[in-house]
């Protein structure tokens, strides 16, 4: 199995999890991880999803990846950073180095292996999260919001824009994927809302001593009011299930909410499910990765 964002928040649970495991779990980590086979990776960097890819095909030679877990992501307060290579960096980390990732690795993944990509609610207008929801997926504006013509102006809500955009990404590049995988099974995995883990950690001070609170035993009562909202534990394990393929989904769904802890097979938003979209976004992220078929 190889995982993203296994070093921090709900992922680390999951990873714990994964690991235990019959199979072998290696990270891709911008710290590396006493516990686990771990190989340097920072999403920002398109290079460094390159030579993470190329590490974790030599350590495994032929030995098929029967799990690819993509749960890194970030938030930030606003949309204004750029990667070295010059994209957006939450859009950049949340999907355009997953996308990378996946074609990199493509050809290593077992014929039936699982593909997870986790998502956010936040991308779904009507789970009514609160935060700005995606106008479009369009690949080059994301990359270069300053070009959107109706770009938020305000900082925090181009920042919002940038990450529930990116998860509307990630849903879009799971349809995709039926069409190019079809024996493989991918899944956009939504945690609800999980308080205490480290996504704030690049927002205001306020946020930041909020989201933390909130996922201590204090902000509990509020928890049980909101079907969207999950405990660390419960968002972990529930990823864990669905990659060990302990919650399966039912016929043509490939959206798995965590709804009050249950895993709810839902619809996501209506721009998550036109085909034509996601046809669009997988081919513009190969143009703004430079993927080619000889990439690897
Ligand atoms: N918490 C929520 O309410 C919520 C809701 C919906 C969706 N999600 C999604 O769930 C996933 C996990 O989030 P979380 O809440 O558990 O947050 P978290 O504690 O901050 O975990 C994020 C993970 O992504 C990794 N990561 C971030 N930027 C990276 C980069 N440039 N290169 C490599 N790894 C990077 C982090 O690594 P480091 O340890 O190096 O920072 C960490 O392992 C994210 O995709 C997030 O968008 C969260």
């Not at 950690?201 to 909130?214: E, G, N, Q």
């Not at 919650?247 to 721009?271: C, D, F, K, M, N």
Request: proline share 6%; charged share 25%.
């Amino acid at each position: 199995m190889v995982m993203t964002g296994g070093t921090s928040g709900f992922g680390a649970l999951a990873a714990q999890r994964l690991e235990g495991g019959n199979a072998r779990l290696i990270l891709g980590a911008r710290r590396p991880e006493s516990a686990v086979d771990t190989f340097p990776l920072d999403l920002a960097d398109l290079d460094s999803v390159r030579g993470f890819a190329a590490a974790v095909r030599d350590e495994l030679g032929d030995t098929p990846i029967d799990a690819l877990v993509l749960n890194a992501g970030m938030v930030r307060p606003d949309a204004d950073d750029r990667t070295v290579d010059g994209f957006e960096t939450t859009f950049a980390v949340n999907h355009l180095a997953h996308y990378l990732l996946l074609r990199l690795l493509e050809d290593a993944l077992a014929d039936d292996a699982i593909i997870t990509l986790t998502t956010s609610g936040t991308h779904d207008p009507a789970t009514e999260a609160g935060l700005v929801t995606p106008r479009h997926a369009d690949a080059d504006l994301l990359a270069h919001p300053e070009r959107d013509p109706d770009r938020d102006e305000q900082p925090g809500k181009a920042g919002q824009h940038a990450y529930t955009a990116s998860k509307l990404c990630a849903v879009l590049t799971v349809r995709a994927l039926r069409e190019h995988h079809p024996n493989r099974t991918a899944l956009a995995y939504d945690p609800g809302q999980v308080f205490g883990t480290g996504l704030a950690k690049d927002l205001a001070l306020p946020l930041r001593i909020a989201w933390k609170v909130m996922g201590t035993p204090v902000g509990w009562p509020v928890r049980r009011l909101s079907p969207t909202r999950n405990t660390r534990a419960a968002a972990g394990n529930a990823l864990a299930d669905l990659v060990f393929r302990l919650q399966t989904p039912p016929e043509g769904h490939t959206y798995a909410a965590l709804r009050r802890g249950t895993l709810a097979w839902i619809e996501p938003s209506v721009l998550a499910r036109d085909d034509k979209l996601a046809h669009t976004l997988w081919n513009d992220s190969a143009r703004l990765v430079s993927w080619s078929e000889t990439s690897q």
